[in-house]
């Protein structure tokens, strides 16, 4: 099982572009979380998601955030017309579905906005 | 509304000393709960949930859930100890918050 899965690990977009990140979840974990570090900060939960459901969005910003976990291939966290302010790490968790077990960590992908 | 504090953003502390990671939480229900731990250039890692009572690299964290309080503990720190500790209380709903985090720096 080769753990969670990100890619790209670095990013680069100018203002306006739009961002796109990958998440595989170990094979088995039907629950996939997006969160969001900003530098010197701790990490925020953004999204969580089943296979094609989103169960909890409520940590994502109202516009220009999109996630989707689809039945077939990686769960994808869009950002639309990205601005400086969206630099940060973005991490991905998986867990299977059970209420009490813990979620393993991709490597998360830093994003960089010029 | 469901919290997690962690008041100290960093704490450093000389090698063979005592140190205490601080978590409080505000939760409704029962949360179980997680320390997590992000060693340098290494993905975020499960360290020890309450639930198992087990102690893991030297390190026990007790629930008070009268003080509703979930302290990280070590009675000696060593060097590679020296990473950032999150606490997390993980709801029936699946959703793990996590605090702010604190940055552990092990002096020799």
């Known amino acids: 099982n080769a753990g969670v899965m990100q890619n790209p690990r670095h990013l680069v977009r100018r203002r306006g572009q739009e961002a796109r990140l990958r998440c595989s979840p170990m094979?088995?974990?039907?629950?996939v979380y997006w969160y969001r570090q900003l530098p010197e900060e701790g990490l925020k939960f953004m999204v969580y998601l089943q296979k094609e459901n989103i169960i909890d969005e409520s940590g994502m910003p109202k516009e220009r955030f999109s996630a989707e976990f689809p039945k077939e291939g990686p769960s994808i966290l869009r950002i639309q017309q990205v601005v400086r302010g969206d630099s940060a790490a973005y991490f991905c968790a998986s867990s299977p579905p059970n209420w009490n077990t813990e979620a393993f960590f991709g490597q998360g992908t830093r994003l960089t906005v010029v | 509304a469901q919290r997690v504090t962690q008041p100290e953003k960093l704490l450093s502390v000389f090698k063979g000393a005592p140190v205490e990671l601080k978590c409080n939480y505000s939760?409704?229900?029962?949360?179980?709960l997680f320390w997590y731990v992000q060693y340098s250039r290494q993905r975020l890692q499960l360290l020890l949930r309450?639930?198992s009572r087990e102690s893991i690299k030297g390190f026990t964290a007790d629930l008070n859930k009268g003080e509703t309080s979930f302290h990280l503990k070590k009675p000696f720190a060593q060097e590679e100890d020296s990473a950032m500790y999150y606490c997390?209380?993980?709801?029936?709903?699946?959703?793990?918050?996590f605090g702010a985090g604190t940055r552990l720096f092990v002096k020799a």
């Open positions: 094979k088995g974990h039907s629950h």
């Open positions: 939760y409704s229900g029962s949360p179980e």
């Open positions: 309450h639930i």
């Open positions: 997390a209380p993980h709801t029936g709903g699946f959703k793990t918050i």
